[in-house]
């Protein structure tokens, strides 16, 4: 039998032929602890054994050092952690700031390395006062730029930062139940964190920072606050970055996979650093699952297809397509009787995804079902044209105020700034289809709203006025903010009228205004009767003509290829791609 002998100082039994320790126990199976061997040493501060010299090799030859695994080692040379100070607009009070918080996110750089780019999520870096980058293991905080936002991208200008850094390489789309791993920093420490899990589901999923339906990835890693940013590994490369969970849930994470990454990388190129977004086809369709509904339209039996019931005006696609086409097929892939079609062997996602993988000014051909035969037709792609912007990040807020009316363009987060995450339920029905439902007529357009009314003698009986929409100034229709302070600004007559929604009208007396509006300024610290920039602004009245309306027009910067409500919002019935 061995010879066993007891430590009483540490409480362990150890045979002494062999290199195993076991615990001392009269109840339970004792587990083995393993001791270094000959091409091993022991960390003294940390206790990790590390290999001997003769058996490390470095990070850069893609093998374990200090204990890792050779994917991890690679990742860690990569990733970063992020705090953000930001400040938010008060849309509310459009002149105002909200108070500077602050947040941490991960992130890391990407192949080659020459370009200096660092990817994290957009929301861990939006409406941002400062940036600081930190390296895994180093105390040293560097300045980090924006380069470009939905994914975001920064850039760090110190060379020192890069001199140490391992670019990954971004490819692939894992299987399900594959394994992968995600790092990043979350909550809970200061330290890398490294979590596992499989591959769930891939399907479309509503982004909640762009309020945008793209791919995504399902995994039951943990991905919590400060996680989001990070790199998900499957094998040397990424394979996702980890940016969202469902709080409803248990384990239920979301990943951003390679095709939208991808396409983000690409758009940069294709723009020289300017993001335009992910392309929508401008229609609204429904399933044509019902029997009776395919015989009326004279459907063969094996075809498929979805009922357009509606165009957005200033998509290319209203020229081309008309409300009762049945869209059949997109770019030569067909698409089924419910809007899907077969992404990869048994897995069907919305068409919408075929769409979204377009740039801005691309040409799709379509096959529609009209008048009982096949047409194929070019429709020209372009990103949305949104009437109520859905997410207005890093953009400052117009305002203009007058006689001590407060007017704004209607946002989303105008909304949620009022009515809270639920503001769906709670505001104004007017202001909720507007945002839900209603099409832009042409490129200037937005909705106006009387914010709210600034205590003054001149609007007495108009103060409990508010959140309303301005649909007239004079009897003449308000096409934007700046059209109306151009209507208000050059009114000869003793009185401006404002019609608003609800068949409102407010008078004001245009002198009065005028003289008074120093004084109401004063009285709420308000520094200006209008944002910067605002009177410069396109509008009916500053150009002789409108401006043309196109699909090749790029709407400011958004990216949202399904327009998609706050996660609180009612569903909308009819589908929008």
């Excluded at 861990?124 to 940036?131: C, G, K, L, R």
């Excluded at 459907?299 to 009762?324: C, D, H, W, Y």
């Amino acid at each position: 039998m061995a010879a066993y002998q007891r430590d009483e100082a540490l409480g362990w039994a150890y045979n002494a032929d062999k290199e195993t320790t076991t615990v001392a126990s009269t109840t339970t199976a004792a587990p083995t602890i393993k001791w270094p061997s000959m091409d091993e040493t022991t960390d003294a501060l940390t206790g990790m054994i590390i290999a001997s010299p003769k058996k490390q090799r470095t990070a850069a030859d893609g093998v374990a050092v200090a204990g890792y695994s050779p994917e991890l080692s690679k990742a860690l040379k990569s990733v970063v952690k992020i705090f953000t100070t930001m400040a938010s607009p008060n849309f509310s009070s459009p002149w105002q700031m909200c108070q500077q918080t602050k947040c941490t996110a991960t992130g890391f750089v990407i192949a080659p390395l020459s370009s200096r780019r660092i990817l994290t999520n957009a929301h861990a870096v939006a409406n941002q006062v400062a940036v600081k980058i930190r390296k895994h293991g180093s105390a040293q905080r560097y300045t980090a730029r924006v380069l470009a936002c939905d994914i975001a991208m920064l850039t760090v200008d110190d060379d020192e930062f890069w001199a140490d850094m391992v670019p990954l390489e971004i490819n692939g789309l894992p299987a399900m139940q594959e394994s992968v791993m995600v790092v990043g920093f979350p909550t809970g420490g200061d330290n890398v964190c490294v979590t596992k899990g499989v591959v769930s589901r891939i399907d479309r999923s509503t982004y909640s920072h762009g309020r945008t339906t793209l791919l995504a990835i399902q995994v039951d890693a943990a991905i919590n606050s400060g996680n989001s940013g990070g790199p998900v590994i499957l094998g040397d490369h990424v394979v996702g970055i980890a940016f969202q969970c469902l709080t409803s849930g248990e384990n239920i994470g979301y990943i951003i996979p390679v095709p939208v990454i991808n396409h983000f990388l690409e758009d940069l190129e294709r723009h020289d650093g300017k993001y335009t977004g992910f392309c929508e086809l401008g229609i609204s369709w429904q399933s044509l699952e019902n029997e009776g509904m395919r015989e009326v339209l004279g459907m063969p039996k094996a075809l498929t297809g979805v009922f357009i019931t509606k165009t957005e005006p200033l998509f290319n696609a209203s020229r081309q397509l008309l409300a009762g086409d049945v869209l059949t097929h997109f770019n030569g892939v067909p698409i089924a009787d419910d809007g899907t079609f077969l992404f990869r062997e048994a897995v069907r996602i919305n068409f919408g995804h075929l769409v979204s993988q377009a740039f801005n000014g691309d040409v799709a051909m379509l096959k529609v079902w009209r008048d009982g035969q096949h047409v194929e037709l070019p429709v020209q792609l372009s990103t949305p044209h949104q009437l109520v912007p859905v997410h207005s990040h890093d953009l400052k807020p117009h305002y203009f105020i007058y006689g001590g009316l407060v007017f704004t363009p209607l946002t989303c987060w105008y909304l949620r700034s009022v009515y809270g995450a639920d503001w769906s339920c709670k505001a104004p029905i007017k202001l909720v289809e507007k945002a839900f439902a209603a099409s832009k007529r042409d490129s200037q357009e937005e909705v106006v709203v009387l914010s709210k009314v600034l205590a003054a003698d001149i609007n007495s009986g108009y103060q409990d006025t508010g959140n309303i929409q301005v649909l007239k100034v004079n009897g003449q229709r308000v096409v934007n903010l700046a059209h109306l302070a151009h209507l208000v600004s050059t009114c000869s007559d003793k009185f401006v009228r404002f019609d608003l929604e609800w068949n409102k009208v407010i008078y004001i007396a245009h002198d009065k205004a005028t003289k008074m509006l120093p004084d109401i300024l004063e009285q709420n610290s308000i520094p200006a009767a209008h944002s910067k920039g605002l009177l410069d602004m396109p509008h009916p009245g500053n150009s002789p003509q409108q401006q043309q309306d196109s699909s090749m027009q790029v709407d400011g910067g958004s990216s949202d290829s399904e327009v998609s409500s706050d996660e609180d919002a009612a569903v909308v019935a009819a589908s929008k791609l």
